[in-house]
């Protein structure tokens, strides 16, 4: 098994741009989740998924930022306009039911390092 | 709210010696789970250490163990005989039973040869 899989792994971009940030979840995990890790607040959960459907998005620091499951095997989160304190590492994981629900565990990507000049 | 806390910015530890890595948090729930996360500069989390709070019995990993003090609301992670492969960002979570999770802001462990 791959992983999950995130793209691209690093992003620069001018502020007031567009970013789309792309996950892969394992092959038959049902949750995703977004995450986003600072220096100063480390790593929030930003919103999660449970059969594509966004079930807690209250992480989603604002309307800028916006987050798709269109199938279960792909998530994007968007971010539109994108400003300099938006600037992190991203991480996706995902688990399945099982592994969620007995143990609470989550697999992660390897994230996507997002720097907005 | 759920609030994790590593007081440790960083710590060192010799190879082959032991090293506790510090964790509090604050719930008001009686039921939950506790996780210590290893990320490496590969910049990939992973589990390291998993805890239920209903368990007394601490949880152990080959080189790695934990001292749960519910009462206290203390996790800390103890590695043994470590490894220069030990040196990474360590990060202690809490999830609820409604599987929120929450991190904290995580200690730089360096491992000296």
């Known amino acids: 098994d791959a992983g999950v899989i995130q793209s691209p792994r690093h992003e620069v971009t001018e502020m007031g741009q567009e970013v789309t940030l792309r996950c892969k979840p394992i092959?038959?995990?049902?949750?995703l989740f977004w995450y986003r890790q600072t220096m100063m607040r480390g790593l929030e959960l930003l919103i999660y998924?449970?059969?594509?459907?966004?079930?807690?998005d209250s992480g989603m620091p604002e309307d800028r930022f916006s987050a798709k499951m269109p199938n279960a095997s792909f998530s994007t989160l968007k971010i539109q306009p994108s400003e300099p304190r938006d600037s992190a590492v991203y991480f996706c994981?995902?688990?399945?039911?099982?592994?969620?629900?007995?143990?609470?565990?989550?697999?992660f990507g390897a994230g996507t390092r997002l720097s907005v000049l | 709210a759920q609030t994790v806390t590593q007081s440790q910015p960083e710590m060192s530890v010799q190879e082959a010696e032991t090293v506790t890595l510090s964790c509090t948090y604050d719930t008001s729930e009686s039921d939950y789970y506790l996780f210590w996360y290893k990320q490496p500069p590969s910049r990939q989390m992973i589990l390291v250490i998993r805890q239920e709070a209903y368990k007394q019995q601490n949880a152990t990993e080959n080189r790695f163990s934990v001292n749960f003090q519910k009462a206290a609301k203390s996790f800390s992670l103890k590695i043994s005989d470590s490894q220069l492969g030990d040196a990474a960002m360590y990060f202690c979570?809490?999830?609820?039973?409604?599987?929120?999770?929450?991190f904290g802001t995580g200690t730089s462990l360096t491992v000296i040869p």
């Open positions: 998924f449970n059969n594509n459907v966004p079930i807690d």
């Open positions: 092959s038959g995990h049902d949750y």
């Open positions: 979570a809490y999830s609820s039973l409604s599987r929120q999770f929450y």
């Open positions: 994981a995902s688990t399945a039911q099982g592994d969620f629900f007995a143990k609470n565990i989550q697999y």
